[in-house]
């Protein structure tokens, strides 16, 4: 029981470090506000231009405009995730360093009991490093990795650095756009 609340507090303090690396290395600089400002400032631009009602001369225009925005966007949205990449790298190498550091500290203890037998394709990543046939079981990976990376969504809403919602992946409409 100590092993699975040990691990929720360790993948908590890797969750927010990570953020910590990453708030230092890309959300306080001047450079990452400047985009964040212009990639919202674009997105209500489109919105404006969307939602505006025009003749079916106009409508030509219309959609030159949102190709242009659409265009600017996803260029916006690339310079981004380009300023992000150095966070991630640094966040990815500390939670495998921090896998590795509760792996061998729990190495074949069972941390928790999963309430069903996990499809086999999980089955293996769940009762990692665990002898015996109770597929029930699982292990430090499963759990930690699986924490870590909720905690750390979660710990990313809570602190405003999530990207927006309606957001679309690298300039790309989101789904209330395409079922317009």
């Known amino acids: 029981m100590y092993g699975g609340i040990f691990v929720l507090l360790f993948s908590l303090f890797t969750a927010s470090l990570s953020e910590g690396i990453s708030y230092v290395l890309i959300y306080r600089t001047e450079n990452y506000k400047q985009k964040k400002s212009q990639i919202e400032k674009l997105n209500q631009r489109m919105r404006i231009v ?28 690339q310079s981004m995730m380009m300023m992000k ?54 292990g430090t990976t499963f759990i930690y990795l699986l924490s870590s990376m909720s905690l750390r969504v979660t710990l990313q809403k809570l602190l405003g650095f999530a990207p927006p919602r309606g957001q679309g992946l690298m300039g790309m409409p989101s789904m209330q756009d395409q079922q317009r």
């Open 85 to 138: 990449t150095k966070s991630h790298l640094f966040s990815g190498i500390l939670v495998f360093l921090m896998n590795s550091l509760v792996n061998s500290i729990w190495e074949g203890a069972v941390i928790a009991k999963l309430p069903f037998v996990p499809i086999k394709f999980v089955r293996g990543f769940s009762h990692r490093n665990i002898l015996g046939e109770d597929w029930t079981e699982c």
């Open 50 to 77: 969307k939602e505006a009602a025009c003749t079916m001369e106009q409508q030509v225009v219309k959609k030159k405009k949102i190709a242009v925005i659409e265009q600017e966007l996803q260029q916006a949205n």
